[in-house]
């Protein structure tokens, strides 16, 4: 230990003859672990800013959309045919074990929203019950979330996000406010915490969610279609004010008797135009994916081997994927960064060659006194070894400080990574040793007599 301390006190020592040259052999070492230290904590930030996209839409979500029209051998596209009901729904979450909670989703078109002289139009209104909050994992920092009851009774209440709060009433609470809707006084009664973009740039918080029966029987204007026709919906409507807790009227619209004599099919008046599932877990989407389909099947009458009139789409999986070219991407760039530490080793190679042949005296001398081979080679590459960890120490500080610029200046997601600095400590003694290692031996390789008659 004692011979140890002493060598590292003599690198010390012999580094500090020559200060300058000590610091520019450093510089290639400094700069490869600062942009291996910065590219990895911008990766990592950027990873993370994708997981948390991904958790703001609602943990392990599944999204089920209508299927496709078609004439004549032509599709007309996904969602061109509705055949998703809120019996559907509810299916799923009583018959699917691997699904925690399901919530039918009524997208509405472009729609005003106005209170007293002002007015917004929010880039998306939906309809939908109580379960969506818990699907999506959204808070309300004000209010209340409507109830079962209020999707019964088609109640005229909303929650709005933060955008349409701060466009409508500004500073003003919005809970207890109304507003109007395509001619439909809604009551405020919650606001929604702030969740931003989404992956495709969307706001999310610039959102009214309202009961589906209120969308769907109330408002009008929206995309309410369904195989119903007028009559489903008059008939909807009529039935939806006598449907009250202990009401023999069910919520669903019973089937038009002209339309039961001529339909063979199994017709489904009231439809929706998507359904939102969080799977218990991420290990239980794929067979939370396989009970809804096999129940679907069932329930739509599809026979083995008829094209589906539904599609199951995985949210993680997308997730997933865009972690994947993110992590890929700073992998690249680590990998080019990582060049510059081959660099700054090959500069301290070639420096501790020229300091061999400045000290060939010292050696011989040293040899000459008793040092063995061994002494020189350890002090030599302890040199070496100091040098890096040095440059190693100086890196760690300008990949945090470049971390933090573009954290502050250019807005990136920036994350800490432990792994990145000890990775790169131990990198930097390894290219000490690695580089260090061949001047270190061929010191040790001089003859004495030959080092001490060296000019």
């Keep these: 230990m004692m011979n140890w301390i002493r060598i590292l006190i003599a690198a010390f020592n012999a580094l500090r003859r020559n200060v300058l040259r000590s610091a520019l052999t450093t510089l290639g070492i400094v700069i490869g672990v600062g942009s291996v230290i910065a590219m990895m904590e911008v990766g990592n930030g950027s990873t993370a800013a994708v997981q948390q996209t991904i958790s703001s839409l609602g943990a392990n979500m599944l999204m089920v959309f209508p299927g496709?029209?078609?004439?004549?051998?032509?599709s007309f596209g996904s969602g061109s045919t509705m055949t998703l009901t809120p019996g559907d729904a509810e299916a799923i979450f009583k018959e699917c074990p691997s699904v925690r909670a399901v919530a039918p989703v009524v997208r509405m078109r472009t729609t005003q929203v106005v209170y007293g002289n002002r007015n917004w139009v929010p880039s998306e209104t939906s309809g939908t019950t109580e379960t969506i909050f818990d699907v999506r994992q959204w808070a309300v920092v004000s209010g209340a979330y409507f109830t079962a009851r209020d999707v019964r009774n088609a109640a005229c209440v909303c929650l709005v996000g933060q955008?349409?709060?701060?466009?409508?009433?500004?500073?003003?609470?919005?809970?207890?406010k109304q507003i109007r809707m395509q001619n439909?006084?809604?009551?405020?009664?919650?606001?929604?915490?702030?969740?931003?973009?989404?992956?495709?740039?969307?706001?999310?918080?610039?959102?009214?969610?309202?009961?589906w029966t209120t969308a769907k029987f109330r408002i009008s204007g929206n995309s309410s279609g369904g195989s119903g026709g007028s009559n489903t919906a008059a008939a909807a409507s009529a039935g939806n004010h006598k449907t009250y807790p202990g009401s023999s009227t069910g919520l669903y619209p019973a089937v038009a008797a002209t339309r039961a004599q001529n339909s063979a099919l199994s017709v489904r008046f009231v439809n929706v135009d998507q359904i939102m599932a969080s799977a218990a877990s991420a290990e239980e989407i794929p067979q939370a994916m396989e009970e809804i389909t096999n129940l679907l099947h069932e329930r739509?009458?599809?026979?083995?081997?008829?094209?589906?009139?539904?599609?199951?789409?995985?949210?993680?999986?997308?997730?997933?994927?865009m972690a994947s070219v993110t992590e890929t991407i700073t992998r690249l760039l680590m990998a080019v960064a990582a060049i510059s530490l081959v660099?700054?080793?090959?500069?301290i190679m070639n420096i501790m060659l020229v300091s061999v042949t400045e000290r060939t005296k010292e050696i011989g001398l040293r040899m000459a006194v008793g040092a063995k081979a061994g002494d020189i080679l350890r002090q030599f590459l302890a040199e070496a070894v100091v040098l890096c960890l040095f440059g190693g120490l100086m890196g760690i500080a300008l990949g945090r400080g470049c971390s933090l610029a573009v954290q502050e200046f250019l807005g990136w997601p920036v994350q800490n990574s432990?792994?990145?600095?000890?990775?790169?400590?131990a990198v930097s003694a390894?290219?000490?040793?690695?580089?260090?290692?061949?001047?270190?031996?061929?010191?040790?390789r001089l003859d004495p007599i030959e080092a001490l008659r060296y000019e």
């Design 343 to 347: 660099v700054g080793g090959v500069g």
């Design 430 to 444: 390894g290219v000490g040793i690695l580089f260090g290692f061949y001047p270190a031996w061929k010191a040790s």
């Design 184 to 211: 439909v006084n809604l009551r405020v009664i919650g606001v929604l915490e702030k969740k931003g973009s989404n992956m495709m740039g969307r706001d999310q918080d610039d959102t009214v969610v309202l009961p």
């Design 68 to 74: 496709a029209a078609a004439s004549g051998g032509i």
């Design 300 to 321: 739509h009458r599809i026979r083995a081997g008829e094209l589906d009139d539904f599609n199951i789409r995985d949210m993680t999986e997308v997730g997933n994927t």
């Design 418 to 425: 432990v792994t990145a600095i000890v990775v790169s400590v």
């Design 163 to 176: 955008t349409v709060s701060q466009q409508l009433f500004g500073r003003e609470p919005a809970v207890g």
